[in-house]
């Protein structure tokens, strides 16, 4: 399928059990969005719902999605049918939560340990679009990292109204389609999907709030599951209770609405931001110390499969080692690193930019000779590895940034196939392929 509709395929981004989603392209603007297109994995569905009736549902979803306008809601750009295939237009979002916090497919394994800081600005905002659909009477029913999206300038986007549920209906009752993800769903709604209310989407979302801030699934041993102060000491029993409650088996004991637990988060966040500012807790040697270190200077292709091994990261994509940082702060435009002897703009592009449009930005500077140079260019993932901070030390409150604290994203020079190239997450630290088509800020080197 290279066209559908007026838009153009590019490639496909996912695939779920009743819709692929793809990359396309718009006319004349040349907008690029996301196609969900009707596609049921198992003809069992279409067998026991009817092709007609899973047209009905899939359309609601747009239905649903168009009547929220909400900062943490993703819009409907278009819906319409070609050829008997229902599909619906979406925003594209190049960053995912599931992707900042390194979930797989295998979704048991271990995820990157996330500060507080990022923690509470992410989870906060997925609150705040969780109360906009829960005053509508809507129950989303899949909130899970994968359907929370991230903007290019930094906001959480709800997605994927497929198993949502309108407060009084039930239109999603197939038999035999599971509603919810394994891990993320509450109980009531694994039994009797049916009868979840707003409580299920503040369980997922607690789900969430624990692996966040532990790097792991919540495990009930006995029917008892470990507080996440047992796995991080930056956590007290604050941050216990409130994660503990949102996950409570019994709905009655849970958070009553998106709103409460919102209040009760921005609480104890306030509080944690206090007692951390005063005492800068938990600081710890930042890198090891290097009076010259040698890093690659020229672009490569690095094969996903070869990334770890090649640009010597763990498992979850983070340097295997760090190094203290030593910055001489030449002007407020630029630094020099006495680690590798480069100069690093510091404020950088200013605006998010995709691949193509950073190398023409670059370019753009050596035109202009800026600050007297001619020899700017995009540094690679090992010069970018070398400013990289160890995540369990990052507070804001502090340690000093050389860099702008409302850049998130770094293009690297380096790709990994035609259509992805290499970035870095300078505030978690981590090391990521992100697609040419998505959106990250530049510090360009010389």
């Known amino acids: 399928m ?3 509709g007026r838009y153009e395929i590019i490639g496909r981004l996912g ?16 907008r690029i969005v996301a196609l969900k297109v009707l596609d049921p994995r198992d003809d069992l569905f279409v067998h026991l719902a009817g092709a007609e009736r899973l047209k009905q549902i899939f359309f609601e979803e747009a239905r649903i999605m168009g009547e929220i306008s909400h900062p943490h809601v993703a819009k409907v750009v278009d819906c319409d049918e070609e050829n008997g295939i229902p599909f619906i237009v979406l925003e594209y979002f190049a960053h995912s939560l599931g992707g900042f916090i390194g979930e797989s497919y295998r979704v048991e394994e271990p995820s990157r340990v996330i500060s507080v800081t990022r923690t509470g600005f992410y989870i906060l905002q997925a609150l705040k679009g969780l109360e906009r659909l829960h005053f509508s009477g809507i129950i989303h029913r899949d909130i899970k990292p994968l359907n929370l999206m991230i903007t290019n300038d930094d906001r959480i986007k ?9 407060r009084g209906e039930e239109k999603m009752k197939i038999p035999g389609l599971q509603v919810g993800s394994p891990f993320y769903a509450a109980p009531e709604q694994e039994a009797r999907p049916e009868t979840a209310d707003e409580r299920a989407d503040i369980y997922s979302l607690g789900v969430l709030s624990y692996r966040m801030l532990t790097g792991r699934l919540p495990d009930r041993v006995n029917g008892r599951l470990s507080p996440p102060s047992s796995y991080r000491p930056d956590l007290n029993w604050a941050w216990d209770e409130l994660i503990m409650k949102s996950m409570a088996v019994k709905p009655s004991e849970r958070f009553s609405s998106a709103k409460q637990m919102r209040r009760v988060f921005e609480e104890v966040y306030a509080d944690w931001a206090k007692e951390s500012e005063t005492g800068c807790l938990f600081i710890e040697e930042s890198g090891e110390r290097e009076e010259s270190l040698p890093v690659r200077m020229e672009p490569e292709r690095i094969a996903y499969k070869d990334a770890r091994q090649s640009l010597r990261l763990d498992s979850l994509m983070r340097p295997e080692r760090y190094y203290a940082q030593r910055f001489e702060l ?11 002897g480069l100069l690093w703009q510091t404020k950088g592009s200013e605006y998010t930019l995709d691949w193509m449009q950073a190398a023409g930005y670059v370019a753009y500077l050596n035109r202009q000779g800026w600050l007297g140079r001619k020899n700017w260019r995009l540094p690679t993932i090992e010069e970018l590895a070398t400013i990289l901070q160890p995540p369990t030390v990052t507070r804001d409150f502090c340690l000093h940034s050389a860099f702008p604290r409302d850049i998130h994203w770094l293009w690297s ?21 992100l697609d040419m088509d998505g959106a990250a800020s530049v510090c360009a080197v010389s």
């Open 413 to 433: 020079s380096d790709w990994c196939t035609k259509k992805q190239a290499w970035m870095v997450d300078i505030i978690e630290c981590f090391v990521e392929r």
């Open 330 to 340: 030449l002007d407020s435009y630029h630094i020099r690193d006495l680690n590798t």
């Open 15 to 30: 695939r779920g059990g009743m819709s692929a989603v793809y990359k396309a392209k718009a006319p004349i603007t040349g």
């Open 2 to 4: 290279k066209t559908l």
């Open 158 to 166: 709800i997605i994927d109204f497929g198993l949502s549920r309108v």
